[in-house]
């Protein structure tokens, strides 16, 4: 009895496989026009409720679709930088690695030698930051109180973020480490091991799967994709959802966002692979990053999820204490 699951082979990154010229059309792309849509929508719905009128303003429409679209095009460019320049590793020895801090112009080239592949690779946290100042720039600029469209914004955020890690799934990337868990998959874009290593024949003898004819192996890996977009989409959308009519102050849900995402997310890296290449920043930096390793050891991610959850809770504070003296005078 197998112990594990086999990704389905019907699933392939193109929406049109094996016809080359619709080959640049691709799911991972599709779950994005998803995620923006379903934020417009529910930018929307927080608009006609109420939540960006003041005394002296109402918003319309074309507000609300500009505001969102700013913060779209700076959560894009964000996403991007940080993915270049802080997770990818220049590696000499493959033709097609690129140093973007030597050759910046090639971050947003869509093609690698002669194929199309948009652009492969976007960072969350990159993005975070990105969105969050697209939407502080159009708030300046508009002279609006940037903490209550914030909140509005955040109100739609998760649920559209769960259609990203869908589409992550589907590219059959950013999959989790090896696990012996019956609901553990494998992927086939995943790194393969030699049969003859002894921790593998451990997890296989586990799992049940036959490696008798040795080669290299595709062991199970935590579907993490699929842990994010329902912890970190599904769950966190609910809780900001339901708590938006009995927000406290302005910047309440932001920072709810914020800290509850970077708690989601920092848990699930212990479930998710860290870059090879990277490996661990805090701990055993020797340790087998593909296996579950020890609760001290941190990634990247982690680092910067406890990055947004102190930030989190600072600035609730601080935003907390100031509504406190406004109320007061």
Known sequence: MFLYINYP???????FPGIKFLSIFRWYGLMYVFAFVTAWFLLKKVAKEGALDSKNYKANEDDVFNFIITGIIFLLIGAR???TLIYNKYDPQ????VNYWTHPWLIFWPFEGKKFTGFAGMSYHGGFVGGLLGMIFWCKKHKQPVT???DAMVCAIPLGFTFGRIGNFLNGELYGRITT???????????????SLDWVKTIAQKIGMDISKGGLVDLPRHPSQLYEAFFEGIVLWLIIWLLRKHKKFDGMLACIYTGGYGLFRFIIEYFRQPDADLGFRIGDKTANVYERTSLLNFSTGQILCFLMIAGSIIVGILLYRKSKKEQQI
Do not use: C, D, R
């Open 148 to 150: 209550k469209w914030i």
């Open 181 to 195: 868990m019956p609901w553990g998959m494998t992927f086939p874009l995943a790194e393969k091991f030699s049969s």
């Open 94 to 97: 493959n033709p097609y690695s």
């Open 81 to 83: 930088l940080a993915s």
């Open 9 to 15: 082979s019907w699933i392939h990154p193109e929406i």
